[in-house]
């Protein structure tokens, strides 16, 4: 399978990049995972609008979710009619919630574009995916994701503070694409988000093959979350830019 790297920004966009979102493709169907800020117009680049075929939200922070409002506006007013609706895999309350940004009743709401479904923790198929998704540490309900096809792995993070279910779920995957939005020393916020240090030590515990750092705002240097991650962490780091694809 392959991840496309669409967005990496944290928190609002960048001059450089588009908030979290991630393609991943394999035989033909193209997941998209999160759908922040810019996400879409980015998205355009590798994949086209009407050839997805599901996407799962980790949460509902805007960083994470909120072009969904733009894609429902893409599909809904197609020229040639509506798609079918699209499987959409978020947490409970995921309609309502894009409803309410997008200043519609939440009944219908966009249940007649989308076709939504509320994540737990049980393993599911998806298209030639199997998905396990973990609840992680933030304010709001928020999951990690592993996506496993032909006996290779990739989990994402979301957004999380240090846990063990993220360990847990990580354990022994080829790619771990976490997020590195703190720098170490400097914030210390419980069970929010991770610093670089913090993933790099997430990796090692995990055993991971790799490891891509991704949703650093703006204003966090990443080449220090690199380098403290590598620290932590014997396997190749890396950060997550825009238009990168990984074979896993």
Request: glycine content about 0%; proline content about 3%.
């Given at each position: 399978m392959d991840l496309t790297v669409v967005g990496s920004s944290g928190s609002f966009p960048s001059a450089d990049s588009p908030c979290s979102s991630y393609l991943v493709q394999a035989e033909g169907f193209r997941l998209v995972i999160d759908l922040g800020n810019g996400a879409l117009g980015a998205l355009q680049r590798y994949c086209g609008l009407y050839e997805v075929d599901a996407v799962m939200l980790s949460h509902l922070h805007a960083d994470h979710c909120i072009d969904m409002c733009a894609y429902y506006v893409a599909r809904n007013y197609r020229v040639e009619g509506c798609p079918d609706p699209l499987p959409v895999y978020g947490p409970h309350g995921t309609a309502?919630?894009?409803?309410?940004?997008?200043?519609?009743?939440e009944h219908p709401g966009m249940k007649q574009v989308f076709d939504f479904n509320t994540l737990d923790t049980a393993p599911f198929q998806l298209g030639p995916f199997?998905?396990?998704?973990?609840?992680?540490?933030?304010?709001?309900?928020?999951?990690?994701?592993?996506?496993?096809?032909g006996g290779r792995s990739l989990v994402y993070s979301g957004d999380t503070g240090p846990c063990q279910q993220l360990i847990d779920l990580a354990g022994g995957a080829d790619l771990l694409l976490s997020e590195a939005a703190f720098t170490h020393g400097k914030e210390e916020i419980p069970d929010l988000h991770l610093n670089g240090r913090q993933a790099g030590e997430a990796a090692a515990r995990a055993g991971v093959g790799r490891l891509v750092l991704t949703h650093i705002p703006p204003w966090t240097d990443p080449e220090r979350n690199r380098a403290d991650a590598a620290a932590a962490y014997g396997g190749p780091v890396e950060l997550a830019r825009p238009g990168a694809v990984y074979e896993i």
């Open positions: 309502e919630r894009l409803a309410r940004a997008y200043d519609m009743d199997t998905i396990t998704a973990a609840r992680v540490a933030h304010p709001v309900e928020a999951f990690a994701f592993r996506v496993e096809h």
